[in-house]
RNA sequence: GUCCCCAUCGUCUAGAGGCCUAGGACAUUACCCUUUCACGGUAAAUACCGGGGUUCGAAUCCCCGUGGGGACGCCA
């Protein structure tokens, strides 16, 4: 075993990565890269109830598209195993469970349980109602192995419990975030680790495959730090030294409730689909419950890993605010190099452009349309609707309504339109001389001010508030241009 | 119910006994830039959960409350 930091994401197979999750895989990612360790990617796969392939795929995908590339565990195309301490799966792991269950069973700390549900709810039941902790306490904690081994061999059904009872100290660790913290033994009942049909159960597996693959530490969920007290007696009873534990604080939804589905985006998958970048929904997830030593907030990746450290992260639950994160979000949309952010937007634009937009070039179209539109959007989604204005039908906005009541606008929309239409323009104009246009109109019409810029802005775009004109404007096919000014003038 | 964890502006946080008249960021408000909007800039407002200790001195250490969260599964 290398003395190399080795750290593991162990998610469970139920669909997209949620956000919680993704924290907890972008601190492993983060805390393996500082040290130049390994990022292990193992699947926790044991409820088969719940567990798809499909599942697997959508968790991949998101974890692909973060850029959480792991070292080990399972290759993203074909599932099969990648490194050396596989398999992976838990699934494909059962034989080594076993044979861990049968030594903790030999040595006497753990036994077969024969108990059935009915009996074990009226038992918890009884406890209950008597003010006890809910703690199974087993008829078959005391029957001799052989003979339960003669029961099975008779196709009884037993799951295989740990025994907890001869234990009485208290159990004590180092959370690398929480510092010292004590449980006392008489916390937890005798506790299954093999299920009847012979499947481990996490607490178990989970100590025996973070032993096995050679993790030296685990940082997981808050809603763990209960569970490192049956793992800390698996790992005393199988005399395996234990890993460092971190246990970070929950990511809470408004109402500080544990993030759920029900209110608003809470998975990867969804804000790739509001056009959110990865660096950017990182950068936001790191910052709920970890800082930059100088407080730094828009970070790239290379900054994260290079100041991450298990003290610098908050032990207190931390609210997803999804308008800072729509700032986070800006933030990386506008650093982007145009060529960049233009691949980014491209797929999703829905109305069609032409060539001659498309194709990204300095000083070109492309290159322009994004310095005229890019303070005007926080996400890629909201990106692609400012470019709408390039192709699609025009709307007239509600606030449009008080501009065609001004007497004044009739006469520039129909300025604008007849300039438009005189034979000297190219496909675009330029900015010069749509300058050039404007200046007439406000001479020859008499127009100046909010009457002659918000009538022609609406006469452009629809709206009386907006991009500056001589940015926009020259951007704009002449022909849509003349067309949208045709449907301002019959507005009036 | 039992055990465990947590507690600084609305939100994310800085803060390792004196640098704290509590700093930064998002959001909010005002102003500036701009014949609009957005971007940007400047400024304002807003917080140490309560009570006891310890100490010359506490946001910081200890105790007790209170509040929030988690765990108590043949879920993970």
Request: aromatic share 10%.
């Amino acid at each position: 075993m290398t003395d190399k930091v080795r750290v593991r994401f162990a998610p469970s197979p139920t669909g997209y990565l949620h956000v919680g999750g993704a924290r907890t895989a972008l601190y492993n990612y983060l805390f393996a890269k500082h040290f130049g360790g390994k990022f292990i990617l193992r699947i926790e796969d044991t409820d088969q109830a719940r567990s798809t392939e499909e599942s697997l795929k959508m968790l991949i995908e998101d974890l692909l598209w973060l850029g959480l590339k792991w070292d080990e565990g399972v290759d993203p195309k074909t599932l099969k195993d990648v490194g050396e301490f596989g398999p992976y799966k838990q699934s494909e792991r059962l034989a080594i469970y076993k044979t861990v269950a049968d030594e903790i069973i030999k040595a006497g700390l753990a036994y077969y349980c024969f108990m059935t549900d009915a009996e074990i709810d009226k038992q918890k039941e009884l406890f209950k109602a008597q003010g006890k902790p809910p703690h199974i306490q087993s008829p078959y904690a005391s029957m001799p192995l052989a003979e339960a081994l003669i029961k099975i061999k008779g196709g009884e059904k037993a799951v295989v419990r740990f025994r907890t009872s001869s234990l009485k100290k208290d159990y004590v660790f180092k959370d690398l975030i929480r510092g010292e913290v004590k449980f006392p033994s008489d916390m937890v009942g005798d506790f299954v680790l093999l299920r009847s049909d012979g499947m481990p159960v996490y607490n178990f597996c989970c100590v025996v495959d973070d032993y096995k693959m050679g993790m030296t530490h685990i940082l997981r969920a808050e809603e763990h730090l209960s569970n490192t007290l049956r793992q800390l007696m698996i790992y005393e009873a199988m005399k395996w030294k234990p890993p460092e534990f971190g246990h970070l604080s929950l990511v809470l939804d408004e109402d500080r409730q544990k993030l759920s589905k029900r209110k608003g985006a809470t998975s990867c998958h969804e804000f790739k689909l509001e056009g959110y970048l990865p660096e950017a929904l990182k950068n936001f997830i790191a910052l709920l419950g970890w800082s930059h030593p100088e407080g730094k907030e828009v970070m790239s990746m290379e900054e994260m890993i290079k100041n991450f450290s298990t003290s610098r992260v908050n032990p207190a639950g931390a609210v997803f605010d999804s308008v800072k994160l729509k700032w986070m979000n800006a933030q990386h949309l506008r650093a982007l190099p145009h060529k960049d952010l233009w691949n980014e937007l491209l797929p999703f634009i829905k109305t069609p452009l032409s060539g001659d937009q498309k194709t990204f070039s300095e000083g070109g179209w492309a290159d322009k349309a994004l310095t005229a539109l890019k303070p005007s959007f926080e996400t890629l989604v909201e990106g692609a609707e400012a470019f709408k204005v390039f192709s699609e039908e025009m709307k007239f906005a509600d606030e449009a309504e008080e501009v065609f009541k001004w007497p004044t606008t009739k006469s520039v929309f129909e300025a604008w339109y007849n300039a438009l239409s005189l034979p000297k323009w190219g496909t675009y104009l330029l900015e010069e001389e749509f300058l050039e246009i404007q200046k007439k109109i406000q001479t020859e019409s008499k127009v100046k001010g909010k009457e002659l810029f918000q009538a022609l802005r609406v006469a452009v775009i629809g709206k009386p508030h907006g991009t500056e004109l001589k940015l926009l404007v020259p951007l704009m096919k002449l022909e849509n241009l003349k067309h949208r000014a045709k449907l301002a003038c019959e507005r009036v």
